[in-house]
């Protein structure tokens, strides 16, 4: 069976300091793979996405980027930390041959202070 | 491009009653549907999907949602509320299986009163 594994589950980190939060998928090949953020009252925004090992497309200019580096991993990165970057930080994935649904890890809440 | 509709940021419901969440839908070709929870510090989970086979979806958790094209709805249903229901429930649309991105609608947060 395939599992989505999230990682640090908590961070708190000052603003102007960098970001590193990794995802990882066992049990799936070539998924599909998805950043997205909950701020507080603002819905789940999707920020990137992967079709695959160093494709990726940034849904909303920020100062975040992502990277995946290999086939079932996912980082999202960034230089410098805002304020406005805290919020619940969740990954997904889907495979193909499937209806599109998405399949989430357990999720990041990152404090920026 | 697609658009997704819940109706309601907040819906309190007594334990034993019907929970209905609603979800409107628009979409230039017929959608494919979800229906996700998601707990308290948790990721989201499936709960059930429309892929144009039945119009009456059956989910986890006792939870069913009906797809109704002239109403462009699909809204969320269990006939009686458990205190275990309390989450944050959002619905999803898909225009196509081959199709990179879902769109979520805004969620819909149920309290569950004893």
């Known amino acids: 069976s395939q599992t989505i594994h999230q990682w640090p589950a908590t961070l708190v980190q000052p603003v102007g300091s960098p970001l590193s939060l990794e995802c990882t998928v066992e049990?799936?090949?070539?998924?599909?793979l998805y950043w997205y953020r909950q701020a507080a009252g603002r819905g789940l925004q999707l920020l990137f996405y992967?079709?695959?090992?160093?494709?990726i497309s940034s849904e909303v200019p920020q100062n975040l980027s992502a990277s995946r580096p290999q086939d079932r991993q996912f980082i999202l990165s960034s230089k410098k930390l805002l304020l406005s970057d805290s919020g619940f930080y969740l990954c997904?994935?889907?495979?193909?041959?499937?209806?599109?649904?998405?399949?989430f890890g357990p999720g990041t809440r990152l404090t920026v202070l | 491009a697609q658009s997704v509709t819940q109706l309601g940021s907040h819906v309190s419901v007594s334990e034993g009653a019907l929970v209905l969440l609603r979800c409107n839908y628009s979409s230039s070709v017929p959608p494919y549907l979800f229906w996700y929870v998601q707990y308290p510090n948790q990721g989201l989970q499936l709960l059930l999907k429309?892929?144009?086979?039945?119009?009456l979806v059956k989910g986890i958790n006792g939870f069913e949602a009906e797809f109704k094209k002239s109403e462009t709805s699909f809204h969320l249903t269990k006939p009686s509320a458990h205190m275990s229901d309390a989450a944050e429930y959002f619905c999803a649309v898909s225009p196509s299986a081959a199709g990179n991105k879902l769109t979520f609608g805004g969620g819909t947060r149920v309290l569950v009163k004893p």
């Open positions: 997904a994935w889907r495979s193909w041959g499937t209806y599109n649904e998405q399949f």
């Open positions: 992967s079709v695959g090992i160093g494709q």
């Open positions: 429309y892929t144009s086979a039945a119009t």
């Open positions: 049990g799936t090949s070539n998924p599909n």
